[in-house]
């Protein structure tokens, strides 16, 4: 179904989100063509042509040669305007951050993994990070950078640009994170939960038709990001997806990270694993040495791990049967384990209706371990253009030039 909830009627504040959803879906790669635009964002022909025709004044959209069309004319190709730039980002874990160049479309290239000590704070961890990125800035041609994307494992605050409450992150609640990378690098920049950005890097890359998923990353903690009508729904206060503290039987008085008892993360993720495990006999420090024993096929880790999995299942079972999704996307260190991949696929199957799994799809994410980093650098990019529509159509608006714009045709865009 089309995104018809991105198109406004046009009064005093003009074309409203329509103007970020076209950029979305060409920095995404989505949409090249102003008839895919139309097609993915249920708008008129010629409402799309005026809106892009309007970004392409101000420079922030370009028209680059032609592609064939079956019966038709040939149609003009799209892309973003400047799209020699590129972000940085950054996906954070507890000991490590993987790190990477984002381009405009989802391109993604300069990829590795460097220590980061999470467990020190941002003031102490933040700037061999910032480092890092700024080295890759430098061999990709510093002025050409837009932005620079972090994912965190934990929840974030969009609006301020803050770590809320994080059980993993000692010292990094209400850090002005996204306020301190804006300062050391001087561009915009994003910061978001890291299963939501694993959710958007993956739907970059999904077929069209796929508007509703559910991405699932399976790590030390447990996360869930969630694509409404091809949209992040990121809930009331930013924390729709938090599956990792939903109550299960199974956890009877256990403690969580959270300070409650009997979360699913207390049976089903990776620190849990990890505790089963050495509880066993096992010698297990680290949710990569389960990997290894699962790995290695040993009966008490491959034990361990289906148990995970079902019980990841149930609960993830439940959510399905309510939202039913087009797509169920699995990541994480976890879901490299085949053992927990098919319990969760076979409790989903069990669990629920039917017709909610008539045509459910459920597999590893197609960009395995680089989601997040792909999400994170396309939420980069998205600010950037947002800065940029704000300059120039702020710059329009006081000096009454707009490069064509009447008053009634503005362009307004939502910060991300």
Known sequence: MPEKSAVHRRGATGVSSLAERVLELLASGRATTRTELADLLGAAPSTISLTVGQLVAHGLVAEQGTRSSAGGRPRKVLRLGGSDGFAVAAELGGRHAHVGVVLPGGGLTDVSTVPFPTAEGPEAALPGLAGTLEGLAEQHGRELLKGVGLSLPGPVDVASGVVTLPSRMPGWNRFPVRAWL?????????????????????????????????????????????????????????????????RVEAGHDIPCSC???????????????????????????????????????????TRAVRQAGRYLGMVLAANVNFFNPDAVSLGGILSTLEPFVAAVRSQLYEGCHPLVTKHLVIERASLGADAGLVGAGQFALQRALSHALHTVTGAAAGTGTGAGLHSDQRIRIEEP
């Open 182 to 246: 804006e300062d050391r690098f001087g561009v915009p920049a994003a910061i978001e939960n890291d299963a939501n950005c694993m959710a958007v890097g993956e739907h970059s890359v999904q077929p069209a038709e796929r508007r509703q998923s559910i991405m699932v990353k399976m790590g030390s903690a447990i996360g869930a990001g969630v694509i409404a009508d091809g949209r992040l729904y990121r809930g009331g206060t930013g924390a729709a997806g938090e599956i990792t503290h939903v």
């Open 259 to 301: 300070g409650n008892t009997g979360c699913l993360e207390t049976v089903a993720s990776g620190a849990a694993l990890v505790r089963v495990l050495r509880e066993r006999g096992l010698d297990v420090d680290t949710i990569e040495d389960v990997v290894r024993f699962a790995s290695d096929a040993d009966p008490e880790a």
